[in-house]
């Protein structure tokens, strides 16, 4: 998984550059009960990684180009203000999108993996949406979308959880893994979203 | 269900009085969209809400008592700040707990249903979390123990959309609509608690 890190722009998990973030990892541990995590979707989740890490091209293709780019308020997210394509910034991002899938399934749940959930955000947010690439685009991706682009990934990832073989059991049991996992760093990224909001933050 | 409705205390759906949602109802279009929204969906949440209904009394039960009273960060906020019970308020607030489950499966997505959205996320705010039954409680749910209890309701509920005997493709399509509405329920419960932010708000 590190040699391939290393080749994806922009892609610095576990950099000690890398912000802090503004969730402690006892505030994680918390939320971990709240998710209902258990050493069970711990495993699933490895093994989700293992049926996905290969098709993770393939999977975010699909919620990209089938589901995304005909949706005109989030497709927006990855062309210029004026509506042109930029392949480039797509395909950076993409790639990045891409080891996202890897990382949620294969990543140990530390301070490292805190700090890039708190990095995704910020990607998401104003503060850091085109500075990675460079680009030209909308300003940020609105919170409400982020969330609400959720049940079609977990609906979506079905499919691809399927595709190895595996029992009906097994493959409901990485899906739950997988949801309770997106809902967890959802959860994060709120933080991350009302941060500037310091004074009365109830996060 | 108007008639339920109004032997519930606190429960003031569709009033005048009631504060405007910050969300319009073309924001709500799109969110649909990006929730993947279909007619299907609206369907089989009118079939889950004939499924759910009777049974709303046993699923907040079980959620409350047999989960949520098991994690203290949880527990707490049905409680005083000593951590003492408050019968009372946990009677109140879960009627109206109930009441969300039927209003989720059998509303009208309009916007009485959106301003009752904000006074629901209003309720678990500090500008209301206690004033509605009069209590001493905790001064608000956090939004991160929100969004993560979702996975824990999604999960507990294919139990009871199963208890009346529908094909399993029935059940698995009245729980897709339902983690649709859920999570685009959370999508806009995120803007009113981003809402004193109002200078630089990427909801």
Redesign the interface.
């Given at each position: 998984m590190n040699t391939t890190s290393r080749q994806i722009e922009g892609y610095d998990y576990g950099s000690p550059s890398l912000e802090a973030s503004p969730v402690t990892l006892h505030?994680l541990e918390?939320?971990k009960?709240?998710?209902?995590w258990s050493s069970d979707d711990e495993k699933y989740l490895r093994l989700a990684g293992e049926v996905l890490a290969e098709q993770a091209r393939v999977i975010v293709d699909h919620w990209r180009l089938q589901?995304i780019s005909n949706?005109p308020?989030?497709a927006r997210h990855s062309k210029t203000p004026e509506g042109e394509p930029l392949p480039d910034y797509a395909a950076r991002s993409g790639a990045r999108f891409e080891q996202w899938i890897r990382d949620t399934c294969l990543r140990a749940y530390d301070q490292d993996w805190l700090n890039y959930q708190h990095q995704i955000a910020l990607r998401h947010?104003?503060q850091k949406k085109n500075l990675t690439d460079g680009v030209r685009s909308t300003a940020?991706v609105?919170?409400?979308?982020i969330?609400?682009?959720?049940?079609?990934m977990?609906?979506t990832i079905k499919g691809y959880l399927a595709a190895k073989g595996h029992s009906a059991m097994d493959i409901e049991k990485m899906h739950?893994a997988w949801?309770?996992s997106l809902?967890?760093q959802?959860?994060?990224w709120?933080?991350s979203?009302?941060e500037?909001?310091s004074t009365?933050l109830?996060?």
């Open positions: 505030e918390l939320l009960q709240t998710v209902g589901i949706i308020h989030l947010m104003e940020f609105p919170l409400r979308d969330i609400a682009f959720i049940p079609v977990n609906e739950l949801c309770k809902q967890l959802m959860s994060l709120t933080r979203y009302m500037p909001k009365h109830q996060w």
